[in-house]
């Protein structure tokens, strides 16, 4: 398994591929000035498609409006490529802000990447070499 990312400035954005999934893994604190480091990590490996996303909050300290507007955004650009998006984090009060946002019922919510990535995605069961990229 290898991670790609770059460096911002609170932390790290790095992704890799499990079970089928594509694993965002965003540290520290997605706010107006790592956000879009995380959007541009997701775009680009729809660019490459991957379709189906597990974003890794775990080591995320902190999230503001700024963070869930992106969050938002990618999980729309990632369903009009027939994807998916999980969401992997056990911290009750960054999950308190999905809540308050209004977006507690709208994710599949998992306590760790282990357990987002558990079953394959939808349609890649079987599937050798998943995710496919389309020429």
């Known amino acids: 398994m290898s991670e790609q990312g770059v460096a911002g400035p609170h932390g790290q954005v790095g992704s890799h591929v499990a ?3 594509t694993v965002v893994r965003a540290e520290d604190e997605i706010d107006i000035a790592f956000a879009p480091l ?3 990590e997701v775009v680009r490996r729809l660019a490459d498609g ?3 996303f597990v974003l890794d909050l775990c080591s995320t300290l902190f999230i503001d409006s700024m963070g869930l507007g992106m969050i938002v955004a990618v999980t729309k ?3 009009d490529h027939a994807g998916s998006l999980r969401i992997a984090c056990s911290d009750r009060r960054l999950l308190h802000v999905f809540t308050l946002g209004g977006l507690g019922a709208v994710y599949s919510f ?3 990447v282990d ?3 558990a079953r394959p995605p939808p349609g ?3 599937l050798a070499g998943w995710p496919r990229v389309r020429l």
Request: hydrophobic share 30%; charged share 35%.
């Open 110 to 112: 998992h306590d760790s």
């Open 38 to 40: 995380v959007r541009d």
């Open 115 to 117: 357990q987002a990535v």
């Open 77 to 79: 650009r990632i369903r």
């Open 19 to 21: 079970n089928g999934w």
């Open 124 to 126: 890649a069961e079987g």
């Open 50 to 52: 991957h379709r189906h």
